[in-house]
């Protein structure tokens, strides 16, 4: 098996050598790219949109490499003539400029569809509109633990291609793959986890079918000698069973599961259809909410099979969690301030609100995905003390809880605060706070109107609140 992977790889290296080669994007995961190709001796023109004093540090890291850059605005106009295109995620395949490369004979592709083709090792990977980095770095860490050489990659990790050469077939690669990822793969993992799904990147994706047949892939290349892992207490992943090939292992906080891991009376059960044992007690878990819960669960569907049940245990009772993710920041005049920058969508930011048993002091809103919020109206009302909104999504946020306040007939005594800026909704926060209170930054969505991303945003909103006096 080795041998033919091997072989694989020198393939791909002996043909990529000749061929002129696009990389769009320029970036955290595209940068090693470009140097690995570099180091093979191909010809590469490295396309963003960006200009080059936003693009400097990148740049820097590839000075002394023989790569030509096409810059600015108008940078998909000199994408013609080219054998190989590596896309950055976001960019869809669709647009005029690839489907016009692609008609002509290009090869349109990806660094991780062309890692998920060449790795040698057995790959675990994980999707879904919530909990995807927790339950990655749940995977990767238990595996770790029990003493397997493991890969950390995808969203989260480093990119892998630039390290295909040292990966063994009996190493194991854990990646996160996003929908953008996910959407043009023709190859699905040995394991595959999808956490949940619901609506989310509406505006990347057509609709939201398209979004729900990305995820779908997934799972939907797979072979009978491979492993689906799915929320059963999600309506869309509930559906995929079907047309599968692969083993089915089910997970549930909800109800008990015939193949897969649940929760009866405080205990989280592993079956394998036949015996049904113990794994460990809910209580042994440190992380809050009950979302996490079913992160565990997903990640013991996953590695049950070649990880021991006490070191499992071992990671549930130690990991603290992923940075902005319930991130405690610090307390101060006995308010409690938390970082969920994460909190890119409605249902993740209602999971953060619900892991907390009393109301707390919401700061929410940014960039608008086209995604409804309705559904928060409801947890609004009944788990906020105040709502300090800012970003483009804060009129949308105000109207689903105002909707839910006339029809619910309470939570009028909830003050709604409009904010310009970060420093404006943390200092308002700290106004409106007393003792005994929780502050919770959580957006309910994207990042991309005021920051570069939620780990930019969420340093932002802890640095604010660790300069704030007493």
């Known amino acids: 098996m080795s041998q033919i992977i091997n072989e694989k790889l020198d393939n791909f290296k002996n043909y990529i050598k000749s061929k002129r080669v696009a990389v769009l994007g320029i970036g955290i995961s595209n940068t090693p790219l470009i140097k690995y190709l570099c180091a093979l001796g191909v010809d590469v023109t490295a396309f963003d949109m960006a200009e080059q004093d936003k693009l400097a540090s990148f740049i820097k890291e590839l000075e002394g490499l023989d790569v030509k850059y096409v810059l600015g605005n108008d940078y998909l106009s000199g994408l013609k003539g080219f054998d190989v295109i590596f896309k950055t995620p976001k960019v869809r395949y669709d647009i005029p400029q690839l489907v016009s490369e692609r008609e002509r004979g290009a090869w349109v592709t990806s660094e991780m569809e062309v890692f998920v083709d060449l790795c040698p090792a057995k790959i ?54 996003s929908s953008f990822q996910l959407h043009t793969m023709r190859k699905s993992p040995h394991i595959s986890v999808i956490t949940n799904i619901s609506p989310n990147h509406l505006d990347v994706h057509k609709s939201m079918e398209e979004y729900v047949e990305a995820k779908r892939n997934i799972i939907r290349y797979q072979s009978e000698s491979d492993i689906a892992v799915l929320n059963a207490d999600n309506i869309y992943t509930k559906q995929f069973a079907s047309d599968l090939h692969a083993k ?62 006490q070191t499992i245990k071992k990671v549930a009772s130690t990991f603290k969690g992923v940075e902005h993710r319930i991130e405690f920041v610090r307390e101060l005049n ?30 929410a809103g940014g960039y608008d995905k086209h995604i ?37 007939g309470k939570g009028l005594d909830i003050p709604v605060f409009l904010c310009s800026s970060m420093e404006e909704a943390v200092q308002k926060a700290a106004e409106v706070s007393e003792q005994g209170d929780i502050v919770l930054m959580s957006p309910a969505s994207a990042s991309f109107d005021m920051y570069k991303n ?3 945003r969420g340093k932002h909103f802890k640095d604010i609140v660790l300069s704030l006096k007493c």
């Open 372 to 408: 409804p919020y309705d559904e928060m109206g409801a947890v609004l009302v009944d788990k906020t003390k105040a709502l300090i909104l800012l970003g483009a999504t804060a009129g949308k946020i105000k109207q689903a809880f105002e909707q839910e306040t006339n029809k619910a």
């Open 454 to 456: 939620f780990e930019e």
């Open 334 to 363: 006995g308010v409690k301030y938390y970082n969920d920058s994460i909190g890119t969508s409605p249902t993740r930011t209602i999971a953060s609100i619900n892991a907390f048993n009393q109301k707390v002091v919401l700061i």
């Open 124 to 177: 675990i990977g994980i999707t879904g509109s919530d909990g995807k980095t927790t339950t990655t770095t749940l995977i990767y860490n238990m595996i770790k633990e029990e003493g397997y050489n493991c890969y950390l990659g995808g969203n989260i990790g480093i990119p892998l291609l630039s390290k295909i050469d040292e990966i063994k077939a009996d190493d194991i690669v854990v990646l996160e793959l």
């Open 248 to 309: 089915v292992l089910w997970f549930s906080r909800l109800h008990c599961v015939e193949t897969g891991a649940y929760v009866q009376e405080g205990e989280i059960i592993y079956s394998d259809g036949k015996d049904h044992d113990k794994v460990m007690d809910v209580s042994d878990i440190i992380l809050p909410g009950n979302h996490n819960i079913e992160n565990y669960l997903a990640a013991i569907c996953a590695v049950k099979g070649f990880v021991k049940n």
